[in-house]
């Protein structure tokens, strides 16, 4: 029989849960449409994609070393592609500065891969153009879990923020094609779903087509009435949007996993008008304090810069007082990093890169405590875990918080739900017994 050789793409993805699914998109497109399936070694690929994030000026830089790199190690012939945010920001500089780059397509033109690949020295990056109601086909299920796109986009003006920039205006894309990938995702296997946006509660802005009214309650609501459908997360929402119907849904619906991301970025109000995020520090306690009384066993995720310009010794105290109050059980940190086209990179009174730097110290050891004082109140608590993966007579699954947990158990408990009791937690996982 003849052996069929198949092309092969390498993709490598950077940055938020967004741009995984943007490579799940392009892989799905290039497997469906132009028979290329998926390879983990850079040496076997016929096409070799960076996904790129540009919300931070590390990675930027990053990623010229590695396309010199990939581009000294792949076999003759490959092709290389820069998609992402950082190829809607740079464009042709890309290519100027690396010749031997094939194509550039932006985060907002994810639809066109099938076409750039096949024209040298394309462009891609009209952060207008609009595929939120191109349907990208499979997007695959994994472990039991869909990832799907609910709207593109940002319109919020944060200050410190490159995303409007690379990802354009916000658009939703039209609720009933979100209900059909879910029933798609069902028919596939999938239990739980991960709806994904960049402002993604802010659901129902704007559609590009005409559209019913509905916001994201509603929707959240519709997808978990979806026979099938056993949890559904989301990713990543804005505080400003969680209003008091919203926390009322989260709490009540079970389908609804109890982890919540609440990016609070600075606990100073001062600070926080300088970032235009449209909330004190005082509504955001009052949002954190709502969902927990709502829901006790919620899990909050935050995300903090610090050293953004003008921020004072008593601006950050007040981010740490938040931390103090807020106890949340997963923070990503960073230190401020100035970013072109957007309005604080003109802003004066810059924060020494020290300062910064021991800020961001105390904040992360303070946190670390209290993930210490956290993981101990988890011990003798029970849990429904949902169990996705087997490992070496080991089963592995999520609470409805989101909490990593480890138990020995019957391998028939893979892809259900069972009760487990924890025996030992650490700050990012636990260990328990299933009960029953
Ligand atoms: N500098 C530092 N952190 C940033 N983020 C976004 N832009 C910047 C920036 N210019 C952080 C925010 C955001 C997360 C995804 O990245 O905290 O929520
Ligand atoms: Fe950036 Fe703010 Fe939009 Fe988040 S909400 S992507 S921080 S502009």
Request: proline content about 3%.
């Amino acid at each position: 029989m003849k052996n069929i050789e198949k092309k092969r793409v390498f993709i490598e993805t950077l940055g938020c849960a967004m741009n995984h699914k943007d490579s799940a998109n392009i892989l799905s497109q290039l497997e469906e449409r132009e028979g290329y399936s998926k390879t983990e070694t850079i040496e076997d690929a016929d096409l070799i994609i960076i996904n790129t994030c540009s919300v931070r000026e590390k990675p930027v830089h990053k990623l010229f070393s590695e396309l010199g790199q990939f581009n000294r190690i792949k076999k003759a012939g490959a092709k290389i592609g820069v998609a992402g945010c950082t190829a809607s920001h740079l464009g042709r500089e890309i290519i100027k500065k690396a010749p031997y780059v094939d194509f550039v397509l932006g985060a907002r033109n994810v639809s066109k891969i099938t076409d750039v690949i096949h024209r040298k020295g394309a462009v891609e990056i009209d952060i207008n153009y609009d595929d939120s109601l191109y349907s990208f086909g499979d997007g695959g299920v994994a472990d039991f879990k869909k990832m799907i796109n609910i709207s593109i986009g940002c319109d919020k003006k944060c200050t410190f923020c490159i995303v409007p920039h690379t990802r354009g205006t916000e658009i939703s894309i039209p609720s009933e094609m979100i209900l059909d990938e879910v029933k798609r995702g069902v028919d596939e296997g999938a239990k739980e779903f991960l709806l994904l946006g960049q402002n993604v509660n802010n659901y129902g802005r704007r559609f590009s087509t005409e559209h019913k009214k509905m916001d994201f309650t509603q929707l959240l609501r519709e997808v978990t009435e979806i026979n099938g459908v056993e949890r559904v997360r989301f990713t990543s929402p804005h505080p400003l949007h969680m209003d008091n119907e919203f926390i009322e849904e989260f709490a009540s619906n079970p389908k609804i996993a109890k982890s919540i991301h609440m990016p609070l970025q600075s606990g100073s109000t001062e600070i926080l008008k300088a970032m235009k995020r449209g909330y004190s520090k005082e509504w955001f306690l009052d949002r954190v304090e709502r969902v927990r009384s709502a829901v006790p066993d919620v899990a909050i995720s935050t995300d903090i810069i610090v050293g953004f310009p003008g921020e004072s010794e008593d601006n950050f105290q007040d981010t740490m007082e938040v931390l103090e109050i807020a106890r949340f059980e997963q923070m990503f940190s960073f230190k401020y990093s100035p970013r072109p086209m957007t309005e604080a990179s003109n802003f004066k009174d810059s924060i020494p890169d020290e300062v910064a730097g021991e800020r961001l110290k105390r904040l992360q050891a303070r946190h670390l405590k209290i993930l210490e004082e956290i993981a101990q109140s988890k011990v003798g608590k029970i849990y429904d875990v949902f169990f996705d993966i087997e490992d070496n007579g080991c089963l592995i699954g999520r609470n409805s918080a989101g909490l990593l947990i480890k138990s020995r158990g019957d391998r028939s408990l893979l892809g259900k739900v069972g009760r487990v009791k924890i025996i030992e937690s650490g700050r990012t996982s636990a260990k328990g017994e299933v009960i029953s």
